[in-house]
């Protein structure tokens, strides 16, 4: 498949940038590493030295800041259902904007959808599915046939929003795309009635957005996740023990099951080329997601669409294009098609977290991000009513999720933390960010016995509103009855 001159150009003007950029970074930051050392509080003398030294310049914070940053974004939704006592969410950014989003609604006289959407590349993807993902799970359960389950209905919601997605983008364009010339492409946006609407979904197309979700219904408790979020039940035993299990897996190229499954998707002969480093083309690291169409389209768009796209929007994935571009051959590389379970309440089941990957790469410590993190996960919330810092069990698991072995983190040193102001001033302050941590974001449903009627106290949790009905809005486009996924017919005609 031939590259286009755009593609290759852009991407060795971004490979000479990228290396000499690091060049001056690395020679700007050996420079500054001392007065930034002495400014920011490394060797100063009001604070303790630390038990590791570490050259890294950060910013020391005192615990009201670190108290008000970790707090900034934290909620609570309060909820009338028999099993659940309160919703709460919190948010941590990392990138910026910051690319995480979350929804809580009710569906129905007693349903509560609750999600949370990892964005990537951008924020747009996440952010059109927030809402639009409860309204298409809403729309399907609601035209539930006998038949089908409430799995295979909520499944189907995911495929439908992410077909809508991509049919919006296809939309903009001519259909013969084989005789497309890059002035037509760039006529397409340009000549749109709403230029900048088109321009939208162009970026939210483009973007993409892992997307990890619960229905509650009564006692049944639905789980669906596209990508590599998570969501974990925590119970607490008769003996007092608390543990944590997670509801689905994660579709990660990093898990071996999920590689093989991705890998037997196509031919043979593509084997060796699909997952370099845990990653699809040795890219992007999530096996499902919404968005991210440049591993969705038909082949002709890669070379004929994509590359003359508005560059704001292509400049984006332009550095690495030719590395899609050079192994692509039997689309589409990505899904939003879940891994959905269904798990029935029981006593003794406390809350239902509900994180971005951002959360689970504190608790854990290899490439797949075992099920000891889930067993963290449910240790960490097992404090924090006995604890006296947070009273929004989300903030509690992002706190405790920053403090856990972060020595090790910082230094190879996997111990416990003996200075909390030290290694939180740590990860919160260091720049560039995203080197260091992810954009986290968690909600937390309380879940109670029916007969336990006590109401959640709602202090000092962010504020407070009740959660919001969805409302079923229209599709975001016209279903077709040719095959958008694989295109292939489509792009003929």
Known sequence: M??????LS???????LSGAGYYMFKNKQQAG???DLKTDGNIDQQHPPQQFYDSRPFKWLSPEDINSRLRAGQLANKVNLDRVRAVYTSQVASNNPVEDHYSTYLIGSKGLFAGVYDGHIGPLCSKLIRKQLPSYVARQLENKTDKQSVEEAISTAFEDLDQDIQQRFYDLFPRNVQRLNEKDVQDAVRKHADPAAADLIIKEAIHGSCACAVYLDGDDLYAANTGDSRVVIVRQEEDGTWSGRRLVEEESPANPEWKAHMISQHPPNEAGNIIHRNRIFGLIAVGGSFGDIMYKVPR????????????EAYSTFARYHHRIVVNYRTPPYLSSKPLTSHHKLQKGDKYVIIGTDGLWDELSWDDVRSESGDQVAAQLISTWKSGDKEAN????????????DAVYKNVGERVPVTDATLEMSKRLTRQPSRRYRDDITVTVIELKDQEDQEAA????????????????????ATPKQSNWYSGWLWSRL
């Open 2 to 7: 031939p590259i286009p001159i755009r593609t």
């Open 10 to 16: 852009t991407a060795a003007a971004g490979i000479g």
């Open 393 to 404: 069990p989300a903030t509690h698991m992002i706190r405790e999720s920053l403090l856990f």
């Open 33 to 35: 590493t001392q007065q």
């Open 300 to 311: 002709e768009y890669q070379i004929k669409v994509l590359p003359f796209i508005p560059y």
């Open 457 to 476: 106290p709602f202090q000092d949790v962010g504020p407070v509103t009740s959660a919001e009905q969805i409302e079923i809005q229209p599709r975001l």
